[in-house]
């Protein structure tokens, strides 16, 4: 048998049973008198299955015992001590017993929610006994204080399936990637169709994939996660290789605190994100698509697996598809709580069921993506305005936005606003049009921090800027994901900054030091400034941990971990103004 | 069609141009034309995992720093490996492990520290990696409070040396530790005691228990310390042994890394089976 030592204690019946559903395989498997598979050929084949093994178990028991682990890990011969180290990393998982059964309430207390009383909410459910684990932004920065509940044997939910449509603009400018969401819910294919849907498809189908690329390349389109490298460029790359399996990624794992785009997309379009995958796949010659969904919304991951379902059986995905010879079938992996994973190189590692720790860049995605393959990886966001330049012509697509930043964006408007939500805006629109549509600032304007935690904090003197790829970049803001979190006078800065401070504390992955310690001594020397104003030691201080985190940490994570604060500093913003 | 492949690169080292061939790494290079990269996760037997940032050089046109143990040389790439944004880098991470970690048995690590200027006082009550010593066998220890996450011992545990792999980084970003599936005692993980992992140690967080025992009496004198080459007497094999010894009592056993038939590792024979050339009444007595 397996030259692994696994675990002596024994799985219950139910975790058997949850993980034979799941792994249809055996550890060790005889195909012909010379012929074995098992050990590291039965690992390399079903490890991609641990995370949802996980997710299993921990859904069944309510925490995942030694014995459940052990017979996962024995089931995909993945060493135990390994699985484990998968299984802490992530903050949905529970290794302990928990001392009572009832549900986990996941309650935000990231800037936003903090801003509108996340903590009495807290001490509310906790005096009624529940468990609460103080979370990070949930994604649902519209309806503050978000929660998540985590509950054994069932379902667990998020908020999202709500009373609360997110707010869209109507008489704003074009309406392009938003189109479908308001009022019209394309949950269902039929509507999908009847409101544009596939039409995109057809196209890319009737013209191939070249003429698909070359039109992305000429619409400037950019990638909407936060680098903005061009899309048709990372297309036409993938397309260029020679390789026997390339993959196409929806990078779904939204948890920059603020944003909550994606969540809106998938649960209100969800569709559209299946067409745009598809003509990836056909475009660059991949036939897998993948979607990683934040662990956290549970409704995005529940619409789009009813996509995927519907898709198939209309020979929308599947084999030749729609009579053409092109194959594309996609696969949903849920996250389990672990913002690095949005990280396309962690998050191809956690599919793979390894710990999702970045991996060292060059080789690009592009290169060696997922399973080592040439992979597209993209933003839902990103995808959707594919489906918008096919539709309507690069000329159409262009004639909104400027000439580096072309077509629109979306932002996502939370705090001390008088409407919160999801906008739809053409690149170039200033803060303060963005506000004004927003129904303007409650209270007055102290500061907004632009492109979530990774970004940086902008005030009064930026709000004329126009909002472009160009134009903040050469202010020394960015975009970053579309966050707009709106600060008036009432919230505490200092505060804010103590919890972003934390947030990159908590979600560093570990792996490299300058992140893995200098998120740490970063929170620990802000909480030890205070309201006070920082003494030049102290400025240096952080100075220096900023320039050691920009420098030399291996991912975007540590890179962007000070900009926020640094941009905090530069603008006085940080310790006791008035001293 | 033709195409032809250059089978070396050209670039510029501190504005000297180098040629090496293609596929070597910066640091490499660095060592092939004497220039010294510190490293602290690298090993030349195992894979490089870039963890500890400690090699990081400047390369024109990367906006971050690169680190010189895995990247590749490119042609025409003008690299620094000596500027003052390196230095800096080089001096904070050396003050993170310091004011993390107790470093004093890595003397390494130390001279580095002085090298570069860090200076942990700079920082006020910084929370520490803690961890009381794990004894669990008369083999060898772990002290994780001087653990700095290098990767070496997971790697080779794992598929770089042993592919037993008994242990692995478990948790996240500070709490991050290298540990055994629940934490379970060694002797009942899949541990087989090779010791390969105390072998690639850079802070001896992983030592031989009678080097740790020896440490604890006032007689660890490393002035009077030993080492002697052998072959191993289990196995046709053959492997190399670095006996180290104090007063001719053996306390620990280490194989060279760049051996040509054991790259530095050993088995549980040749790591920890010595104890028949010394009597047993002379070893000191344990309580484990």
Known sequence: MPDLKFSDAVPDSDERAVVDALISTPPVEQRSERWVIGGRAREEECRHLLLPGLHALQDTMGWITPGGLGYLAERLQVPIAEAYGVATFYELFELEQPDTEGPLHHVCVDPVCAISNSASYIAELRTKGHRVHESPCLGQCERPPAAFVQIKHGASQDLAAATKTPIKVAEAEPSRLLKRIGEIECTDLETYRRHGGYEALHLAINKGGEHVIEQLKKSGLTGRGGAAFPTGVKWEAVA?????????????????????????????????????????????????????????????????????????????????????????????????????????????????????????????????????????????????????????????????????????????????????????????????????????????????????????????????????????????????????????????????????????????????????????????????IGNRKPTSDNDLLLEEIAAVMTDSSICGLGQTAASAVQSAVQLGLIGDKQS | MTVTRSTEVTFSLNGQQTTVAAGTTILEAAQETGVEIPTLCWASNLTPVNACRLCVVEMEGSRALVPACSRECEPNAVINTDSERVALSRKMVLEFLDTTNDLTQSSELQTLIELYGADASRYSDPVRSEDPVKVEDDLFVRAYDRCVLCYKCVEACGDDAQFTFAISMAGRGFETRVSTEFETPLPESACVYCGNCVGVCPTNALQFKAEFDLRQTPDWDPESQTSTDTICSYCGVGCTLEVHTQDNEIFKVTSPSDHSVTAGHLCVKGRFGWQYVQPPTRRPPTNH
């Open chain 1, 240 to 528: 260029a290789k020679d390789a026997l399996v390339k993959y196409v990624v929806a990078n779904a794992d939204e948890s920059e605190p603020g944003t909550f785009k994606d969540r809106v997309i998938m649960e209100s379009d969800p569709f559209a994100l299946v067409e745009a995958m598809t003509i990836a796949g056909i475009s660059a010659g991949c036939e897998k698509g993948w979607i990683y969904i934040r662990g956290e919304y549970t409704t995005a991951a529940e619409r789009m697996g009813a996509a995927l379902t519907d898709a198939t059986a209309w020979n929308l995905l599947g084999t030749n598809i729609l009579g053409s010879p092109y194959n594309f079938d996609i696969e949903i992996r849920r996250g389990a709580g672990a913002y690095i994973c949005g990280e396309e190189t962690s998050l191809f590692n956690s599919i793979e069921g390894f710990r999702g720790e970045p991996r060292s860049k060059p080789p690009y995605p592009t290169d060696s993506g997922l399973f080592g393959q040439p992979t597209i990886v993209n933003n839902p966001e990103t995808f959707l305005n594919v489906l918008e330049i096919l539709n309507n012509g690069v000329e159409s697509y262009r004639s909104a936005g400027t000439t580096n930043s072309p077509g629109t964006k979306l932002f996502c408007l939370s705090g001390d606003v008088s409407e919160p939500g999801l906008y739809e805006a053409e690149f170039g629109i200033t803060l303060r049009e963005l506000l004004v549509r927003a129904g303007g600032v409650t209270g007055d304007l102290q500061a907004i921090l632009l492109g979530g935690a990774a970004g940086s904090f902008a005030d009064s003197r930026h709000l004329d800027i126009p909002l472009t790829f160009e134009d903040t970049k050469a202010e020394g803001l960015t975009l970053g994901s579309g966050a707009v979190m709106v600060f008036s006078s009432r919230v505490d800065l200092s505060a804010v900054l103590m919890r972003l401070a934390k947030f990159f504390r908590d979600e560093s992955c570990g792996q490299c030091v300058p992140c893995r310690i200098g998120t740490v001594r970063q929170h620990e020397l802000l909480i030890q």
